[in-house]
């Protein structure tokens, strides 16, 4: 049993009450709750993560599904698992999560707790808490007007690390912002070893493309996408780390799945993109340092559903839809790159959003290679969001024919024309705001079950 003070006591109270009311009456608020509880009581997450062996999942693109991935896995070997699986990743997010699974007269011992984090909430976690592990998927420019450069990124999370110097950290060692940090935490890698092609120069709008020591460029050996892949600098030497976990083939990429070959395990990840195959690598890595079988990790894997937006599919009448959360130039390509691999027509509806979890500067549009749709068998083009009318500027100069632009505000009118699409498969391409109100919309009309 732990034990507690009366102000925590009253903070638990207030938080258990704010999470039952935002759920049965206003359908949602998985922030909120913590907010109220850390008005009575500033240290609560100390009391209530207490005994948990915690996982913190940071980085910019993947965290939701790695996260999920991660739990997945653990609950598979039969663990008493808790996680934040909405993606409410702020430092009152993390809270909720701990108090909505804070059980009254009994001890956390033996329980996982596999939490994401926002890259600038770390330190604040981990002020109160001791991971096991935290992990960091990847750092792309995201935010700009919120986070800065990658290299600021990095910073916000390193403020974090600095606390708990006993964290494992797992890293993803295709980034060179990870290699040789300046911290005494025990680090290891998981990267590829083997990609789809033989690309070796980066792009101009890459990020971190010049030496974090003595600002050289970058060369590759190949690069996965963006600034990732096995890098080296020319002028210092220093290059990737080596490499604890790696993909070591590629077996076959369709737009719904990829089998791989990590390490000596064959391993088919139930999401499409190589974006994904990073999230279940990571996710491989994190299980092996737990001490969890390949095959049970091959297994969880396999079977891993869409979470929340990120590739969740959906039935709109006879409209098949999966949702593709997309926020910056580095995932918006890789999403685009799984709309190629389609061989058959399908439609697609941009929504574009500038509110401040979207991020107020949509300049980064103009960095995303829209080109590329412009061969591809792309019937109707939806477009939506506050800022349409910029996003369907962007599509008109990347070559896509205007005549088959449907541009539309209001979701129920935009939810008819969907419903009378040339096509019956239908991509969504949102930013953050933007899936998470149109979800509220099909929610309301019965088309998603869950809206949390």
């Not at 980034?175 to 935490?185: I, M, Q, R, T, Y």
């Not at 195959?277 to 340092?289: M, S, V």
């Not at 149109?438 to 079950?449: A, E, F, P, T």
Request: net charge neutral.
């Amino acid at each position: 049993m732990i034990k507690i003070n009366i102000k925590s006591i009253i903070s638990l109270l207030a938080g258990k009450t704010t999470i039952f009311l935002s759920k049965h009456l206003f359908k949602g608020g998985s922030t909120f709750p913590g907010m109220v509880a850390l008005k009575f009581d500033k240290q609560i997450l100390k009391v209530i993560a207490k005994d948990y062996r915690v996982v913190l999942v940071t980085g910019t693109n993947g965290k939701t599904t790695t996260t999920s991935m991660i739990a997945n896995i653990f609950k598979e070997k039969g663990y008493s698992v808790i996680t934040n699986s909405t993606g409410a990743n702020l430092f009152r997010g993390v809270v909720s999560c701990f108090i909505d699974n804070y059980r009254f007269f009994k001890s956390n011992s033996g329980r996982y707790a596999i939490i994401e984090v926002d890259e600038a909430n770390v330190k604040f976690v981990t002020e109160y808490i001791n991971p096991e592990i935290i992990t960091i998927t990847n750092l792309f420019r995201d935010q700009l007007d919120r986070y800065g450069e990658v290299y600021t990124t990095l910073l916000k999370i390193l403020e974090g690390i600095v606390k708990v110097p006993s964290t494992k950290l797992v890293l993803n060692g295709d980034d060179s912002l990870f290699g040789k940090l300046d911290v005494p935490n025990e680090a290891i890698y998981f990267g590829f070893n083997k990609t789809l092609t033989d690309e070796t120069a980066i792009d101009v709008n890459a990020d971190a493309k010049f030496c974090k020591f003595c600002k050289s460029p970058y060369e590759y050996n190949f690069i996965t996408y963006n600034h990732l892949g096995d890098y080296y600098c020319p002028n210092c030497n220093y290059k990737r780390s080596d490499l604890k976990y790696a993909i070591e083939d590629i077996l076959e990429v369709t737009p719904t799945n990829s089998t791989v070959l990590m390490n000596d395990a064959k391993v088919t990840i139930s999401q499409s993109g190589l974006y994904n195959i990073y999230n279940g690598l990571c996710a491989f890595a994190i299980g092996k340092e737990m001490g969890i079988e390949d095959d049970l990790i091959a297994d969880s894997l396999g079977k891993q559903d869409s979470s929340f937006g990120r590739q969740e599919e959906i039935i709109v009448e006879n409209k098949n839809i999966k949702i593709i959360l997309v926020k910056n130039p580095a995932g918006y390509n890789q999403a685009l790159e799984t709309l190629s691999l389609n061989t058959e027509d399908f439609s697609t509806l941009f929504m574009l959003n500038d509110n401040y979890a979207d991020g107020t500067d949509i300049s980064w549009i103009w960095d995303v290679n829209f080109e590329q749709l412009s061969h591809l068998p792309i019937k109707d083009v939806f477009v939506s969001g506050n800022r349409l009318y910029d996003m369907a500027l962007r599509l008109k100069t990347a070559g896509l024919k205007t005549d088959s632009f449907i541009i539309e505000e209001d979701y129920n009118s935009l939810t008819e024309k969907i419903k009378k699409s040339t096509t019956d498969r239908i991509y969504i391409l949102a930013t953050y705001t933007a899936m998470i109100n149109y979800r509220k919309h099909l929610y309301s009309k019965g088309y998603i079950k869950k809206l949390w």
